[in-house]
T-cell receptor, first 113, second 116 residues
Framework: EPEVTQTPSHQVTQMGQEVILRCVPI?????FYWYRQILGQKVEFLVS????????KSEIFDDQFSVERPDGSNFTLKIRSTKLEDSAMYFC???????????FGPGTRLTVT | AQSVTQLGSHVSVSEGALVLLRCNYS??????LFWYVQYPNQGLQLLLK??????LVKGINGFEAEFKKSETSFHLTKPSAHMSDAAEYFC??????????????FGKGTLLTVNP
Protein backbone atom coordinates (compact mmCIF):
# COMPACT_ATOMS: atom_id res chain seq x y z
CA GLU A 1 0.00 0.00 0.00
CA PRO A 2 1.44 3.39 -0.93
CA GLU A 3 2.49 5.56 1.99
CA VAL A 4 3.99 8.94 2.76
CA THR A 5 7.59 8.74 3.92
CA GLN A 6 9.63 11.30 5.83
CA THR A 7 13.32 11.69 6.54
CA PRO A 8 15.03 11.94 8.91
CA SER A 9 12.96 10.44 11.70
CA HIS A 10 14.83 12.56 14.25
CA GLN A 11 16.89 15.70 13.69
CA VAL A 12 18.88 17.50 16.36
CA THR A 13 20.17 20.94 15.51
CA GLN A 14 21.58 23.98 17.23
CA MET A 15 19.64 27.22 17.48
CA GLY A 16 20.23 29.42 14.45
CA GLN A 17 21.02 26.55 12.10
CA GLU A 18 19.08 25.76 8.96
CA VAL A 19 17.22 22.46 8.68
CA ILE A 20 15.49 20.77 5.79
CA LEU A 21 12.83 18.17 6.47
CA ARG A 22 12.05 15.86 3.61
CA CYS A 23 8.89 14.11 2.56
CA VAL A 24 7.95 11.83 -0.28
CA PRO A 25 4.18 12.05 -0.79
CA ILE A 26 2.11 9.31 -2.36
CA UNK A 27 2.93 9.36 -6.04
CA UNK A 28 -0.39 10.32 -7.64
CA UNK A 29 -1.37 12.86 -4.98
CA UNK A 30 -1.49 16.53 -5.91
CA UNK A 31 -2.05 18.37 -2.61
CA PHE A 32 0.67 18.51 0.02
CA TYR A 33 0.69 19.73 3.59
CA TRP A 34 2.95 20.29 6.56
CA TYR A 35 1.70 20.14 10.13
CA ARG A 36 3.53 20.27 13.42
CA GLN A 37 2.85 19.05 16.92
CA ILE A 38 4.68 20.61 19.83
CA LEU A 39 4.94 18.14 22.69
CA GLY A 40 1.67 18.01 24.61
CA GLN A 41 -0.16 20.30 22.19
CA LYS A 42 -2.48 20.01 19.21
CA VAL A 43 -1.43 19.08 15.71
CA GLU A 44 -1.31 22.46 13.92
CA PHE A 45 -1.55 23.29 10.23
CA LEU A 46 1.50 25.04 8.80
CA VAL A 47 1.12 25.19 5.04
CA SER A 48 -0.56 23.66 2.02
CA UNK A 49 0.93 23.37 -1.45
CA UNK A 50 -0.63 22.71 -4.83
CA UNK A 51 0.47 23.18 -8.40
CA UNK A 52 3.94 24.28 -7.30
CA UNK A 53 2.79 27.08 -5.08
CA UNK A 54 1.59 27.70 -1.54
CA UNK A 55 -2.19 27.67 -1.42
CA UNK A 56 -2.52 28.59 2.25
CA LYS A 57 -0.25 29.18 5.21
CA SER A 58 -0.85 29.70 8.90
CA GLU A 59 0.42 32.48 11.15
CA ILE A 60 3.15 30.11 12.33
CA PHE A 61 4.57 29.87 8.82
CA ASP A 62 6.60 33.07 8.85
CA ASP A 63 9.55 34.15 6.71
CA GLN A 64 11.80 31.61 8.42
CA PHE A 65 9.86 28.79 6.79
CA SER A 66 9.75 27.77 3.16
CA VAL A 67 8.52 24.79 1.18
CA GLU A 68 9.61 23.38 -2.10
CA ARG A 69 8.89 20.54 -4.46
CA PRO A 70 12.30 20.32 -6.11
CA ASP A 71 11.47 17.35 -8.28
CA GLY A 72 8.53 15.10 -9.06
CA SER A 73 8.69 13.18 -5.81
CA ASN A 74 10.09 15.18 -2.88
CA PHE A 75 8.39 17.87 -0.83
CA THR A 76 10.59 19.75 1.62
CA LEU A 77 10.15 22.09 4.55
CA LYS A 78 13.06 24.40 5.29
CA ILE A 79 13.51 26.34 8.49
CA ARG A 80 16.11 29.00 7.81
CA SER A 81 17.26 29.83 11.34
CA THR A 82 15.86 27.50 13.95
CA LYS A 83 14.62 28.66 17.33
CA LEU A 84 14.13 26.65 20.49
CA GLU A 85 10.37 26.92 20.01
CA ASP A 86 10.61 25.15 16.64
CA SER A 87 11.21 21.90 18.52
CA ALA A 88 8.27 19.71 17.56
CA MET A 89 7.14 16.72 15.54
CA TYR A 90 6.63 17.74 11.92
CA PHE A 91 4.17 15.76 9.82
CA CYS A 92 3.88 15.76 6.07
CA UNK A 93 0.58 14.79 4.45
CA UNK A 94 -0.72 14.38 0.93
CA UNK A 95 -4.17 14.22 -0.64
CA UNK A 96 -5.34 12.97 -4.02
CA UNK A 97 -7.31 15.02 -6.51
CA UNK A 98 -11.00 14.53 -5.72
CA UNK A 99 -10.34 13.02 -2.30
CA UNK A 100 -10.89 14.68 1.06
CA UNK A 101 -8.75 12.53 3.32
CA UNK A 102 -5.11 13.33 3.95
CA UNK A 103 -2.49 10.63 4.32
CA PHE A 104 0.19 11.33 6.87
CA GLY A 105 3.82 10.37 7.11
CA PRO A 106 5.41 9.06 10.32
CA GLY A 107 6.82 12.47 11.20
CA THR A 108 10.22 14.01 11.87
CA ARG A 109 11.04 14.90 15.44
CA LEU A 110 13.03 18.14 15.41
CA THR A 111 14.96 19.03 18.53
CA VAL A 112 16.57 22.47 18.67
CA THR A 113 19.20 22.92 21.36
CA ALA B 1 -13.27 29.63 11.61
CA GLN B 2 -13.46 26.01 12.58
CA SER B 3 -12.47 24.26 15.79
CA VAL B 4 -12.62 20.88 17.48
CA THR B 5 -13.02 20.02 21.14
CA GLN B 6 -12.23 16.56 22.42
CA LEU B 7 -13.62 15.96 25.88
CA GLY B 8 -11.24 13.94 28.01
CA SER B 9 -7.53 13.92 27.34
CA HIS B 10 -7.31 10.40 28.74
CA VAL B 11 -9.87 7.60 28.62
CA SER B 12 -9.28 4.25 30.29
CA VAL B 13 -11.43 1.17 29.58
CA SER B 14 -11.25 -2.52 30.30
CA GLU B 15 -10.69 -4.99 27.50
CA GLY B 16 -14.08 -5.92 26.04
CA ALA B 17 -15.77 -2.73 27.27
CA LEU B 18 -17.39 -0.04 25.14
CA VAL B 19 -15.09 2.68 23.84
CA LEU B 20 -16.56 6.18 23.57
CA LEU B 21 -14.35 9.09 22.58
CA ARG B 22 -16.08 12.45 22.36
CA CYS B 23 -15.63 15.12 19.72
CA ASN B 24 -17.53 18.35 19.23
CA TYR B 25 -16.87 20.70 16.35
CA SER B 26 -17.54 24.25 15.41
CA UNK B 27 -17.84 25.25 11.79
CA UNK B 28 -19.65 28.01 9.95
CA UNK B 29 -20.32 25.75 6.98
CA UNK B 30 -21.12 22.04 6.75
CA UNK B 31 -17.94 20.31 7.82
CA UNK B 32 -16.04 17.27 6.79
CA LEU B 33 -15.00 15.29 9.87
CA PHE B 34 -12.28 12.76 10.48
CA TRP B 35 -10.89 10.53 13.18
CA TYR B 36 -7.20 9.69 13.09
CA VAL B 37 -5.29 7.27 15.32
CA GLN B 38 -1.66 7.53 16.32
CA TYR B 39 0.12 4.48 17.69
CA PRO B 40 3.33 5.05 19.64
CA ASN B 41 6.17 6.30 17.44
CA GLN B 42 4.01 6.20 14.32
CA GLY B 43 2.24 8.73 12.12
CA LEU B 44 -1.43 9.57 11.93
CA GLN B 45 -3.63 6.88 10.40
CA LEU B 46 -7.11 7.62 9.11
CA LEU B 47 -9.79 5.66 10.99
CA LEU B 48 -12.88 7.06 9.31
CA LYS B 49 -14.38 10.13 7.68
CA UNK B 50 -17.71 11.91 7.34
CA UNK B 51 -18.19 13.76 4.07
CA UNK B 52 -21.93 14.56 4.08
CA UNK B 53 -23.24 11.18 3.01
CA UNK B 54 -24.48 8.70 5.65
CA UNK B 55 -24.42 10.12 9.18
CA LEU B 56 -23.25 6.81 10.68
CA VAL B 57 -19.79 6.11 9.41
CA LYS B 58 -17.92 2.85 9.76
CA GLY B 59 -14.16 2.76 9.81
CA ILE B 60 -11.31 0.37 10.24
CA ASN B 61 -10.72 -1.90 13.24
CA GLY B 62 -14.41 -1.97 14.22
CA PHE B 63 -14.72 1.75 14.97
CA GLU B 64 -17.65 3.87 13.94
CA ALA B 65 -18.80 7.45 14.45
CA GLU B 66 -22.09 9.25 14.14
CA PHE B 67 -22.45 12.78 12.83
CA LYS B 68 -25.11 14.67 14.80
CA LYS B 69 -25.64 18.11 13.38
CA SER B 70 -28.01 19.21 16.15
CA GLU B 71 -25.37 18.41 18.76
CA THR B 72 -22.37 19.42 16.58
CA SER B 73 -20.83 16.13 17.59
CA PHE B 74 -18.91 13.31 15.94
CA HIS B 75 -18.22 10.83 18.73
CA LEU B 76 -16.15 7.71 18.07
CA THR B 77 -17.30 4.36 19.40
CA LYS B 78 -16.30 0.73 19.40
CA PRO B 79 -18.47 -1.91 21.06
CA SER B 80 -15.65 -3.98 22.51
CA ALA B 81 -12.16 -2.65 23.24
CA HIS B 82 -9.09 -4.67 22.37
CA MET B 83 -5.63 -4.26 23.85
CA SER B 84 -4.36 -3.23 20.41
CA ASP B 85 -6.69 -0.20 20.44
CA ALA B 86 -4.45 1.56 22.95
CA ALA B 87 -3.31 4.70 21.15
CA GLU B 88 -3.97 8.41 20.83
CA TYR B 89 -7.06 9.43 18.87
CA PHE B 90 -7.51 12.74 17.10
CA CYS B 91 -10.70 14.27 15.80
CA UNK B 92 -10.29 16.74 12.95
CA UNK B 93 -12.50 19.03 10.90
CA UNK B 94 -11.99 20.27 7.38
CA UNK B 95 -13.74 22.43 4.88
CA UNK B 96 -12.81 24.09 1.64
CA UNK B 97 -10.89 27.17 2.74
CA UNK B 98 -10.30 28.29 -0.81
CA UNK B 99 -8.48 26.76 -3.73
CA UNK B 100 -9.65 23.27 -2.72
CA UNK B 101 -7.32 23.49 0.26
CA UNK B 102 -9.21 21.41 2.87
CA UNK B 103 -6.70 21.99 5.64
CA UNK B 104 -7.34 20.00 8.81
CA UNK B 105 -8.01 21.51 12.22
CA PHE B 106 -7.33 19.01 14.98
CA GLY B 107 -8.53 18.49 18.50
CA LYS B 108 -6.02 18.01 21.31
CA GLY B 109 -6.32 14.25 21.17
CA THR B 110 -7.53 11.58 23.56
CA LEU B 111 -5.19 8.93 24.88
CA LEU B 112 -6.99 5.60 25.12
CA THR B 113 -5.69 3.06 27.61
CA VAL B 114 -7.06 -0.49 27.57
CA ASN B 115 -6.70 -2.50 30.76
CA PRO B 116 -6.60 -6.30 30.73
Amino acid sequence: EPEVTQTPSHQVTQMGQEVILRCVPISNHLYFYWYRQILGQKVEFLVSFYNNEISEKSEIFDDQFSVERPDGSNFTLKIRSTKLEDSAMYFCASRPMGGLEQYFGPGTRLTVT
Amino acid sequence: AQSVTQLGSHVSVSEGALVLLRCNYSSSVPPYLFWYVQYPNQGLQLLLKYTSAATLVKGINGFEAEFKKSETSFHLTKPSAHMSDAAEYFCAVSRNSGGSNYKLTFGKGTLLTVNP
